[in-house]
């Protein structure tokens, strides 16, 4: 190596050899070093060329010849292929040809090894490993419809945006209640057929349901000098998770729509829900995932927050954790599906994740979903803190062919509202009842 060729200037190097694949050509990368003084161009040039060779680094004009040689690539494969030092992995790969895995899934990662050699610094031959990645990729199945799905939904958020109104609700200025309007275990898109199962159910029942009851809630609170309205958004919105018509546990179950109608269908519900709650009074709108759709509820949740990103009167809390606190006064309300905790535990569990809240509040509710018939417990979590009630809230769904069979028939099919006292907590409850149709 020449003696002017000092470390210093080699991690120059080696830092443009790193910058190659953004350019794409070796010429434009070592003009940008510039050479000690006194040596020439061309002497760096070719010391930058003696590097390369030892460090067995393909120039981009050698990597694109062996990205385009992928052999045996099916017509409707994805493949890429790559030549390194080092191999790679599957993220690296993804990230490094930007493989787009809503519409891709990997099938294949391979890697094959040669060496290459070069001159040393003594003259001697000396070998590197170098490796070729290969990665092969297939549709995914459904992906054109999710893609479909997504520009549609971008689509309307666009349209509705522009013209949402944002005129402030009618605030009463001596509002001290918070009213909670449920709508929970609406099950959107299932199928019952009433000669099998007692009742017809579809997506338009579930929509019907969920608007007239809502509604009829509001008209019968419409009395009350309301502050705030907190609306759960969730509990099993939809019947089904994905494509294959199952629960994000993989059950399979009856429905009547495709997953991008149906999931169109509880965005736009969830809206209208939002829009009628806010003529009220502010909205907070809190994401509950249910067993059912874990996944599309938090979809649902996103597309609710681009919706009313600029909204000043409407706010969206979607983290993605099961459960999720809000606080009123001296209320405090836990929101959970219920598929998951054991009813017996919710008092400690809100105890450990909102001891600072639950330390400050003397009303102190759970309310849950997923049993389709209304309960109600109380709990006593400790000498510090009042008791605790769980509410287990009635559905608004039908019962379909598998809960007809099991017998889990006969509970009334109800929205509920709840309404608490900035300072004395809890103070009422009222129903919307649906009048089962349908009936075999």
Not at 309 to 324: E, S
Not at 346 to 354: D, G
Request: aromatic share 8%; proline share 6%.
């Amino acid at each position: 190596m020449s003696n002017w060729a000092t470390p210093e200037l080699n991690a120059r190097l080696d830092a443009a050899f790193a910058r190659a694949p953004a350019v794409g050509k070796w010429p434009f990368i070592w003009r940008t070093v510039c050479p000690p003084e006194g040596i020439s161009i061309d002497a760096l040039k070719q010391h930058f060329y003696k590097l390369q060779r030892q460090r067995g680094i393909v120039g981009p004009r050698s990597q694109r010849a062996a990205e385009a040689a992928v052999p045996d690539v099916a017509p409707d494969e994805l493949a890429h292929q790559h030549q390194a030092p080092t191999p790679l992995s599957e993220a690296e790969m993804v990230a490094l040809f930007r493989v787009d895995l809503t519409r891709w899934q990997v099938t294949a990662l391979e890697h094959r090894t040669y060496h290459a050699g070069a001159k040393g610094p003594d003259g001697e031959i000396v070998t590197a490993p170098l490796y070729i990645t290969r990665l092969r990729c297939k549709p995914l199945p459904g992906a054109e419809s999710l893609v479909a799905l997504a520009d549609g939904l971008i689509a309307d958020i666009r349209a509705a945006g522009a013209s949402r109104p944002q005129e402030p609700p009618p605030l009463t200025p001596s509002g001290k209640y918070s009213l909670t309007v449920n709508t929970p275990d609406l099950h959107l898109g299932k199928l019952a057929y009433a000669p099998e199962a007692g009742a017809t159910y579809d997506i338009a029942h579930a929509e019907e349901a969920a608007r007239s009851g809502v509604e009829d809630l509001f008209e019968q609170t419409g009395s009350l000098p309301v502050e705030e309205v907190v609306v759960p958004i969730g509990n099993d919105l939809m019947q089904t998770d994905n494509l294959e018509s199952t629960t994000t546990g993989g059950t399979r179950v009856d429905s009547d729509s495709r997953y991008h109608k149906m999931f169109r269908r509880a965005c736009a519900i969830s809206i209208w829900t939002a829009e009628r709650a806010v003529r009220v009074a502010p909205v907070r709108i809190i994401i509950v995932p249910g067993n059912h759709d874990r996944l599309g509820a938090f979809h649902v949740g996103e597309v609710l927050a681009a919706t009313f990103a600029d909204h000043r009167f409407i706010t969206v809390d979607n983290r993605p954790q099961l459960r999720k606190y809000h606080r009123y006064g001296q209320t405090l309300i836990g929101y959970t599906h219920g598929s998951e905790e054991k009813l017996a535990d919710l008092p400690l569990i809100m105890l450990n994740e909102a001891k600072a809240d639950m330390a400050a509040t003397t009303c102190h509710e759970w309310h849950i979903g997923h049993f389709h018939r209304r309960r109600e417990f109380r709990f006593t979590a400790g000498d510090t803190f009042h008791g605790v009630v769980v509410r287990v809230l009635s559905s608004l769904s039908a019962a379909d062919a598998w809960h007809y069979n099991k017998g889990f028939v006969g509970a009334p099919r109800v929205a509920e509202a709840f309404w608490y006292h900035r300072e004395d907590g809890f103070r009422g409850y009222t129903q919307s009842r649906v009048v089962q149709a349908g009936a075999a």
